[in-house]
């Protein structure tokens, strides 16, 4: 290794130590809400590779649905930096709000004119809960 490299390796080592011990930021927050009592969950992930279900204890999320929480928060941002907040259709018998670091969205399982992205957070929401909370509907 010649000295003129040691310094950016040295620098990128102190770089990749400063952050060890820091908390990792939650990817997004699912507030569902229903007339059913097992409608009503509060569910955080984080992108340490966690999720918690109404406050409770932090679980460990399978690799494949962190991958898929990453992908679906990228994919939120732009709908929460606008606060997109669509009305219940008829029948609506779920409603979500979504919380991003840059904003939120809301809308009912019924909404009229859910981009794709929407309806994909309701099955991961729903896939979680049921298999990772263990909250059956």
């Known amino acids: 290794m010649s000295r003129r490299m040691l310094p950016a390796l040295l620098a ?16 997004f927050a699912v507030q569902r809400t229903g007339d059913d009592p097992n409608a009503n969950v509060d569910l955080v992930v984080n992108d340490g590779g966690t999720m918690a279900c109404n406050d409770g204890e932090p679980i460990a999320l399978p690799g494949t649905r962190l991958l898929d929480a990453r992908d679906l928060a990228r994919r939120l941002e732009a709908q929460a930096a606008l606060s997109i907040e669509l009305p219940p259709g008829p029948r609506a018998s779920l409603r979500y709000v979504v919380s991003l670091s840059n904003g939120r969205v809301a809308f009912s399982d019924t909404s009229e004119g859910r981009p794709p992205v929407f309806n994909e957070l309701v099955a991961f929401s729903a896939d979680v809960i049921e298999n990772v909370c263990k909250i059956e509907r």
């Not at 990128?12 to 990817?27: I, T, V």
């Open 12 to 27: 990128a080592a102190a770089a990749a130590l400063s952050g060890c011990g820091a908390d990792s930021a939650d990817l």
